[in-house]
């Protein structure tokens, strides 16, 4: 079993920043040996993916972010994080983090290939 705790969100203007942070628990978990992904969900829409990286760093974005938000890892920490620049407020929403069933980077976008999320932690961005 893994726990996965999210903070960091918060409401903010339009062009602001924010950073997400993810702590990962579990006793077999070893958070290094696997991808970590970010996920959000707007009001009435779908939960989509955001970003990812794989236990070797390599990162994934979706176009609608890339440019502005960006994914890391700490490994010592156990704890990955999503820092969001240039805010909009259509990236209003939860965003969740989760842990990836297979490290193959194909699946990262899928939220049905993720086994483990987050309780989610709300980002609003005024206009």
């Known amino acids: 079993q893994v726990q996965l705790v999210e903070s960091g969100g918060g409401l903010v203007q339009s062009g602001g920043s924010l950073r997400l942070s993810c702590a990962a628990s579990g006793r077999t978990f070893t958070f290094s040996n696997y991808a970590m992904g970010w996920f959000r969900r707007a009001p009435g829409k779908e939960r989509e993916f955001v970003a990812a990286?794989?236990?070797?760093?390599?990162?994934y974005y979706a176009d609608s972010v890339k440019g502005r938000f960006t994914i890391s890892r700490d490994n010592a920490k156990n704890t990955v994080y999503l820092q969001l620049n240039s805010l909009k407020p259509e990236d209003t929403a939860v965003y969740y983090c989760?842990?990836?069933?297979?490290?193959?980077?194909?699946?990262?976008?899928?939220?049905?290939?993720?086994?483990?999320w987050g309780q989610g932690t709300q980002v609003t961005v005024s206009s």
């Open positions: 989760a842990v990836p069933r297979y490290s193959d980077s194909s699946y990262f976008a899928s939220k049905n290939a993720y086994d483990y």
């Open positions: 990286i794989a236990w070797t760093n390599s990162t």
